[in-house]
Nanobody, 121 residues
Framework: QVQLVESGGGLVQPGGSLRLSCAAS????????MSWYRQAPGKQRELVAT???????NYADSVKGRFTISRDNAKNTVSLQMNSLKPEDTAVYYCSVLSVSGYNGDEYAFWGQGTQVTVSS
């Protein structure tokens, strides 16, 4: 089992910045992809950013140029630096990882509990 705990959410004014972090704990799994998703009330959950392999990243068009995803394999963490925040960025942000079990070789996805980000003046 891998447990993910997000932190860093809060209230910020438009144009401000916020940094989210996600810490993974547990053993027996090798993480090969880490992502941030978000979901606003009444809307579908959407993929915000992904980092895979040797560091390749992908971003949703709505956040490209403003958000940066990074990871620290030694610390088992993934972060999302969010700059130039807009009211439409308001959502619950979720950390997610894809991993391979060391016990049976199967692929597993794990999700954090989410952290609220509110962008408002």
């Amino acid at each position: 089992q891998v447990q993910l705990v997000e932190s860093g959410g809060g209230l910020v004014q438009p144009g401000g910045s916020l940094r989210l972090s996600c810490a993974a704990s547990g053993s027996g799994f090798t993480i090969y992809a880490m992502s941030w998703y978000r979901q606003a009330p009444g809307k579908q959950r959407e993929l915000v950013a992904t980092i895979i392999g040797g560091g390749t990243t992908n971003y949703a068009d709505s956040v490209k140029g403003r958000f940066t995803i990074s990871r620290d394999n030694a610390k088992n963490t993934v972060s999302l630096q969010m700059n130039s925040l807009k009211p439409e960025d308001t959502a619950v942000y979720y950390c997610s990882v894809l991993s391979v079990s060391g016990y049976n070789g199967d692929e597993y996805a794990f999700w954090g509990q989410g952290t609220q980000v509110t962008v408002s003046s």
